[in-house]
């Protein structure tokens, strides 16, 4: 849903707020002059330069931008690892994460948890495969549902991990989601669904596209409005590196 003109150049660590903190520079010519940027979700710190000209100072406008950074960084949300004991959201319900000696799947769900069976330490990936699919699945489902409505055709749909969008509709029908929309309430995740079909229709944000994503999705700003307010919070789950 979203996307950058930028190409990634190079990295370096700046020392930032007493820590090392990866920074990358990037040469946008669209961009008019240099700007440090945050991202909500991963606390990537990028200094976006216009020219190459200017590439040589990024690192030194970042330093003076230190303050900044540091106070962009202390709002980034903590992770959380998908292991034994934690609680996570499941379409947009907590479930904590228990461990079963065996059970009618690797990973499961069962009362209000996420249950994994074998050993403890294999439980993350396991578990983050299991969501994966719980994702491609529902997303296929209902892509393919509204797609019915809107009279599309989608080609495929595709689960990836992006920071920056959470779905895309490329020019073939191939529809990319996160598959972290699985921990998101069913109605965001119909919404995100509902918003890629209509750029099957509508490859814009003009009015016709909107008027196609109301016709799926009547009550899509309330979906639009949880995203702006608890997006970045769905990074925060993940395998523990």
């Keep these: ?7 990634a150049l ?33 606390g990537e710190v990028s200094v976006v330069a216009p020219s190459q000209r200017s590439m040589a100072h990024a690192l030194d406008f970042a330093r003076g931008e230190s303050d900044w950074i540091a106070q962009r ?22 479930h904590r994460i228990v461990s079963e000696p065996g059970g009618p799947a ?26 994966k699919r719980e994702a491609r699945n529902r997303l296929s489902e209902r892509s ?8 599309a055709r989608v080609a495929r749909v595709v689960i990836r991990d992006t920071a920056s969008r959470w779905g895309s509709c490329a020019p073939s029908g191939v529809l990319s989601y996160s598959w972290r929309l699985i921990l998101a309430p069913e109605s ?3 919404y995100v ?3 890629e079909v209509a750029h099957l229709l509508e490859m814009n944000h003009g009015p016709r596209f909107w008027r196609v ?14 995203l702006s307010r608890h997006g970045s919070d769905l990074h925060r789950y993940d395998v523990r590196s």
């Design 10 to 42: 190079s990295r370096a660590l700046l020392k930032i707020d007493g820590r090392a903190v990866e920074v990358t520079t990037r040469l946008n010519p669209r961009a008019r002059r240099l700007i440090v940027k945050v991202n909500p979700s991963t």
């Design 193 to 195: 669904a509902a918003h």
């Design 73 to 94: 960084l202390a709002r980034v949300p903590r992770p959380v690892a998908l292991e034994v004991g934690a609680t996570i959201p499941y379409r947009g319900v907590p």
């Design 106 to 131: 690797p990973v499961w769900i069962e009362n209000g948890a996420i249950k994994a069976s074998g050993r403890a330490e294999h439980a993350p990936r396991r578990i983050k495969d299991f969501l």
């Design 188 to 190: 965001v995740l119909d």
């Design 213 to 226: 994503v109301s016709s799926l999705v009547p009550d899509h700003k309330q979906a639009q409005a949880w």
């Design 144 to 151: 393919a549902h509204f797609a019915a409505l809107a009279g």
């Design 1 to 7: 849903m979203r996307k950058t003109n930028s190409i």
